[in-house]
């Protein structure tokens, strides 16, 4: 089970929330899978704010009946009003899984399509339903074979493209697009084709998203920490650069964050 809340901007605020690691053969497909689930009193409304990890997901939910849909990345902080009683399950795709999904993911940004998959829908909310105390491991299998049948075998570019957004993600000296090309011993051009196709957001666009989260994660858990600090940590020029990304992004200061968190 993944136990990081990075990217989820008011953690106390979720009634539950799971991510679980997938296993061995979608683990070239799926980087992790999540799930919340909400019973929210009649007349209130849970509102839950994100800033995305740098790519697309998968995503069935009891919405309506039951619905499958394809969220592509996102550019800017996004929200969700929960209200009664409901769950959804969510595959965070890694880049390779994406182009079935979308010829084009940039086109898709911020943007949510509706999946014609009666199927899939039907194998996932019996698996929620069904009260078994692995209900969320069976859904999220019928999620992860669905994707193996839909996405076939990886090739090259999509592994190498995996190893783009693993890199962006993962390392903090990794601050610019020369950076990964140099650890990936690919140029910057191919990195920027790779990025445009499989992800829908340039390098140097998931570098940012990748510090943004950490930033915000080390303000809601540590209050003293000094901001000019951790934007020097981050890899920020400096306090302002962090503050310029946090309004652009999430639309508020870092010190109006740290208050409302």
């Given amino acids: 089970m993944v136990q990081s809340s990075r990217g989820i901007l008011y ?16 683990a070239d497909l799926v980087r992790w899978f999540w799930v919340p689930e909400w019973d929210v009193e009649p007349g209130r409304v849970s509102r839950q704010h994100v800033v995305g990890h740098p790519g697309s997901n998968l995503v069935v939910e009891s919405r309506d009946g039951g619905s499958a849909g394809f969220a592509g990345p996102t550019t800017r902080r ?9 769950w959804a399950v969510g595959a965070h795709l890694r880049p390779a899984a994406v182009p079935a999904f979308s010829a084009d993911p940039a086109a898709d940004r911020d943007r949510y399509r509706r999946l014609d998959e009666p199927a899939l829908v039907a194998g996932v909310g019996a698996a929620m339903a ?25 090739g090259e570019q999509g592994r190498a493209a995996n190893a783009l957004a693993d890199l962006v993600a993962t390392d903090p000296a990794v601050v610019r697009l020369e950076d990964a090309a140099a650890r990936l011993a690919r140029s910057p051009r191919t990195l920027q084709r790779l990025a445009r196709r499989y992800v829908g957001l340039s390098p140097a666009a998931m570098v940012r998203r990748r510090r943004l989260q950490e930033a915000a994660e080390r303000i809601r858990t540590d209050p003293g920490a000094d901001l000019a600090a951790i934007a020097a940590d981050l890899g920020y020029a400096d306090h302002a650069h962090l503050a310029n990304d946090f309004r652009h992004v999430l639309g508020l200061s870092p010190s109006e964050y740290r208050r409302q968190a």
Avoid: I, K, Y
């Fill in 11 to 26: 953690p106390a605020r979720l009634p539950r929330f799971t991510r679980l690691e997938p296993p061995a053969d979608v």
């Fill in 78 to 86: 996004s929200h969700r009003d929960l209200t009664g009683r409901g």
């Fill in 130 to 154: 069904s009260g078994a105390a692995d209900r969320l491991e069976r859904a999220t299998a019928v999620l992860g074979e669905f994707l193996r049948e839909r996405v076939g075998p990886v």
